[in-house]
């Protein structure tokens, strides 16, 4: 079986040039928790997912920094939760998403797309045909078509 056949083809996704807003809306309305990120060429440039959000929202650490002689602190947070997350929404969805990108072939073999969510910890995969984001594939997906049959 191939990523071909059990990838789902309609694609939630957002532009390079979007903000983060149209990212949150989507994972509202749509119940998701990741989006491609694409070109005006719909090439795959970056993918945004719930963490890439909670690490930004969530607590910032302090760091502390030290010799015999001096020592310094450099505040984790200098906003509030709240701001924090006014101050998401308007910005860039490059500015926080991650720009390497785990994808694979649409010919790509299902054993393969199996290792590769589970090696890498990753929900879901974006599948590309000549380079261009043609449908997406996550760990359920793998799931239900593997063992739908034995069942």
């Known amino acids: 079986m191939k990523a071909k056949e059990i990838m789902v083809r309609q694609v939630y996704k957002v532009k390079e ?5 149209s990212v949150i809306e989507k994972f ?4 998701i928790s990741g989006l491609p990120v694409v070109n005006d060429r719909n090439e795959v440039t ?3 997912s719930d963490g890439d959000i909670m690490r930004y929202i969530g607590k910032h650490d302090d760091y502390v920094f030290g010799s015999y002689i001096y020592t310094a602190v450099i505040k984790g947070d200098s906003e509030e939760f709240h701001e924090r ?6 910005m860039n969805v490059m500015k926080i998403a991650q720009k390497k990108v785990i994808a694979v072939d649409a010919e790509e073999e299902i054993e393969q797309i199996a290792a590769i969510l589970g090696k890498k910890r990753i929900k879901k995969l974006p599948v590309l045909h000549r380079g261009v984001l043609a449908g997406i594939i996550s ?10 049959s034995f069942l």
């Open 17 to 21: 040039d979007d903000p983060v807003r």
């Open 139 to 148: 760990r359920g997906d793998v799931i239900r078509h593997s063992f739908q």
């Open 85 to 90: 997350v006014q101050n998401l929404l308007p």
């Open 46 to 48: 970056a993918y945004i």
């Open 28 to 31: 509202i309305k749509y119940r």
